[in-house]
């Protein structure tokens, strides 16, 4: 059964879709029901994150094994995960309006992170569209997408960790602490996280295949 | 006798008026739920999804239609 991942993605997102709306939440000043979101914005970071660690394992064994494969499925998981980015930034920027006032505040550590991280993967996609010959464009992104995803990690997991920062979670504390959710969400969240993490693998899943049916064409 | 009767009614009343006071608590969307119809909100959301769904599994199936080709050829 090779399709188990999208069948349970699709339970999941459904499960959350319903019972997130429905279950009891914490009642809290300034969030009131948007402490919601936590099951729908969170998670698709998450998948973005899922993605691009698929895409930094993709570019290590298209250096270690020299595979044109590999490379263009390192392609396709920072595409998917670029993607998810997006609606990423758009739901933050909305949950922000109404709980801390603005639609984008450059106090907050973790936002100018996530700019730059998304900075720093439109140029690997830029580099790959700059470099014709098709292995030397394999290796050269290759490490380039290493250094994209320390480079990642470093400003939306460590440098907001280290400041003050809007989000929960951060300025020294770990995240998903008790005085940011309580069991109740946790039913929900922990499941909406898999779900779009295996709904990001599902995507890639079609990304990969259309790729290797265009290369098969032009072979 | 009658007097700390009266007393222990009054400061029973007394406790039970305190009892009934509401705490205020932040604002939340609770008639939302119980009459708001917010049932067939989350249906319409649940079918959006289950659609966009049903259409990535039709998109699935034309690639593997044409990875058949390809590899037939």
Known sequence: MKNWYKILSVIFILYTLVWGLLNPVPRLDILNETIRNVYYHVPIWFAMLFMMTVSLIQSILALTKNNLDNDTKAFNAALVGFFFSLPGLTTGSIWAKYTWGTWWTFQDPKLNGVAISILIYLAYFILRYSVDDEMKRARISAVYNVFAFVMMNVFIMVLPRLTDSLHPGNGGNPAFSQYDMDNNMRMVFYPAVLGWIFFSFWLYNIKNRISFIKNKLND | ?73
């Open chain 2, 1 to 73: 006798m009658i007097k700390r009767i009266l007393t222990l009614v009054f400061l029973l009343s007394a406790l039970f008026s305190s009892a009934q006071e509401t705490v205020s608590s932040p604002e939340m969307a609770d008639t939302f739920r119980s009459d708001g119809k917010i049932y067939i909100v989350i249906t319409v959301i649940g079918m959006i999804f289950v659609a966009l769904v049903i259409f990535l599994i039709l998109l699935e199936r034309k690639v593997s239609k044409l990875e058949k080709q390809i590899n037939s050829k």
